[in-house]
């Protein structure tokens, strides 16, 4: 395994977790947000074909706003709101490789765009999915790697023009599954707009811009199960 994405992804949560008041790393990354629910998951149910969803509020308001994908499933959500890809990789191994799952689906980015933990440059967003992604492939977990969802504007931090970043992001990640032979999930070119947004309002309504609605999420799963099978049958 390459260890200079990972020694890159660590050094920048470092900065990061200096540049929030050097809170405890700990509750930066909320690393026990899942640990009963993990705990349930590894003491009373069999690990056959588990997927888990790793990501932020996309993936975390996926099973809000559509129960019925996650209920009596195999898929696991471990998306929490908010977060940028140093905190998703500090709270990888329990959320993720601890719970033995077949195939993980890592959704991230956006929020390290936004700037919600400071400033990350592009390439080392990418740098620390592809950190995750290895960690998962070194521990014999099937890796599907999102691409981050089409955006015009943050309505929480507006101005930041974040469509072209998404773009280099997103052919970065698929250039890097390919030479890996890893899948990649290209939610974008699904649900992308004229404008390099989300379409409005087919899958996001006009004040969001960021997270999908139920159809937007209803796209989504259709993708992801196709995904899901790739992986599961190579």
Known sequence: MNLKPLLIALLLTLACSQKINSQDWNEFANTSRYDKANLELKLHTKANNRVVFMGNS????????????????DY???????QTTPQMLL???????DLNPKVVVILAGTNDIAGNSGYISLEAIISTIKSMAEIANANDIKVIISSILPAIDYPWKPGLDPASKIITINKALKVFSEENNFIYLDYYSAMVDDKGGLKVPEYTTANDLVHPNKDGYLVMEKLAEIAINKALNK
């Open 58 to 73: 996309i993936t975390e308001g996926w099973i809000q706003m559509r129960p019925d994908f996650f209920d009596n499933r």
């Open 76 to 82: 696991i959500n471990r998306g929490i709101g908010g």
């Open 91 to 97: 709270r990888f191994r329990q959320d993720v490789v």
